[in-house]
């Protein structure tokens, strides 16, 4: 298994501001992922991050308004760009392998993030 | 594309009593892997158990099975011996084989009373 940790674990901001929410994993992982959960809605997928380049971003969303690093195999980062309040969700970090007998995939704890 | 979808928005179940959660799913992978998952008031998400398109047999965690009906393209979720605990929000996922991308049900908001 794997534990996931994200950075803040909520936060109240104002509109057009921006904020990067960052999540570690305490082992090696191949794959990351950002979910976005909108009040009363399930999760969504943002992007793949992906190690060392860019990330793979779902339709709908795009990397001026999310923009993800992942720099090494256990951290990524995203940032919600110029936000406003259609941004307040709780932003899911994830985590899976993709080789041997592992086949949970892992949740952070969640950012709940409020724009007013 | 895959598709999950939960039918039941809410349910109440009695404190001791088993409960089960529908969920059926489309896709056009042959391999695919379905998931449960537990989101309480807190939002974080518990992964509570897993279920591959090629396992024979149905998967146990604890007071968790999944009911796997191939044919059907369901995975129903059984928790037996409810606890107040357990009141929360159910999702059913669903990945391919190749992207490892979760595709998410609606979910169900479950009940339990004393």
């Known amino acids: 298994s794997a534990v996931i940790s994200q950075k803040p674990s909520r936060d109240i901001c104002q509109r057009g501001t921006s904020l990067t929410i960052q999540c570690q994993v305490d082992s090696q992982v191949t794959m990351m992922f950002w979910y976005r959960q909108q009040p009363g809605q399930s999760l969504t997928l943002i992007a793949t991050?992906?190690?060392?380049?860019?990330?793979?971003?779902e339709s709908g969303f795009v990397i001026d308004k999310f923009p993800i690093s992942r720099p090494n195999l256990t951290f990524s980062t995203l940032t919600v760009s110029n936000m406003s309040p259609e941004d307040s969700s709780i932003y899911l970090c994830?985590?899976?392998?993709?080789?041997?007998?592992?086949?949970?995939?892992?949740f952070g704890p969640g950012t709940r993030l409020t724009v007013l | 594309a895959q598709k999950i979808t939960q039918t039941q928005p809410g349910m109440f179940v009695q404190e001791k009593e088993a409960v089960t959660l529908d969920c059926t799913y489309d896709t056009s992978d042959q391999s695919y892997g379905l998931f449960w998952y537990k989101q309480p008031s807190s939002g974080e998400m518990i992964f509570l158990i897993y279920?591959?398109?090629?396992?024979?047999q149905n998967a146990t965690e604890g007071r968790y099975s999944l009911n796997f009906q191939k044919a059907r393209k369901s995975a129903n979720l059984v928790i037996s011996a409810s606890q107040l605990g357990d009141s929360a929000m159910y999702f059913c996922a669903m990945r391919g084989s190749n992207d490892y991308k979760l595709s998410f049900g609606a979910g169900t908001t479950v009940t339990v009373r004393a």
């Open positions: 279920q591959g398109s090629y396992d024979e």
């Open positions: 994830s985590a899976t392998w993709t080789s041997g007998i592992y086949n949970e995939q892992f």
């Open positions: 991050a992906n190690q060392g380049s860019e990330a793979t971003y």
